[in-house]
């Protein structure tokens, strides 16, 4: 499913009007999400330009190998039998990627940080 989204995103332009929705978000309060530009992120990577999609979005540039090798080491232990982890993990990782996600989600929306908001 993963692979099937990203071919979409890949061959279906969110650049141009009309094929996707606005965020929520960015819709009511004019800021933007840590998500923001996501889906152009995505489309950029598709094409292969890592240039544009680190101007878009450099947090989701950021996550997709960490989310990439957490779905391999899933279907690899899928594929073996091998039971798969139910426990979400360190408390600490966890919550230092939540204060990630919000520290990025703020400085992107401060006036220093427009070079994050795309």
Same mark, same amino acid.
């Given at each position: 499913?993963?692979?099937?989204?990203?071919?979409?995103?890949?061959?279906?332009?969110?650049?141009?009007?009309?094929?996707?929705?606005?965020?929520?978000?960015?819709?009511?309060?004019?800021?933007?999400?840590?998500?923001?530009?996501?889906?152009?992120?995505?489309?950029?990577?598709?094409? &292969? /330009?890592?240039?544009?999609?680190? $101007? *878009?979005?450099?947090?989701? =540039?950021?996550?997709?190998? #960490?989310?990439?090798?957490?779905?391999?080491?899933?279907?690899?232990?899928?594929?073996?039998?091998?039971?798969?982890?139910?426990?979400? &993990? /360190?408390?600490?990782?966890?919550? $230092? *990627?939540?204060?990630?996600? =919000?520290?990025?989600?703020? #400085?992107?929306?401060?006036?220093?940080?427009?070079?994050?908001?795309?």
């Amino acid at each position: 499913m993963a692979v099937g989204a990203v071919a979409y995103v890949g061959a279906v332009d969110p650049n141009q009007p009309g094929h996707y929705p606005t965020c929520p978000f960015l819709l009511l309060t004019g800021l933007q999400c840590p998500g923001c530009g996501s889906l152009r992120t995505l489309h950029a990577l598709a094409h &292969g /330009d890592v240039g544009t999609a680190l $101007g *878009l979005n450099v947090l989701t =540039v950021a996550m997709v190998p #960490v989310l990439a090798f957490f779905w391999a080491r899933w279907a690899v232990a899928r594929a073996r039998g091998v039971p798969t982890r139910r426990k979400a &993990g /360190d408390p600490r990782a966890i919550w $230092g *990627l939540f204060a990630v996600v =919000v520290v990025f989600w703020v #400085v992107r929306n401060l006036p220093f940080g427009t070079f994050l908001a795309a």
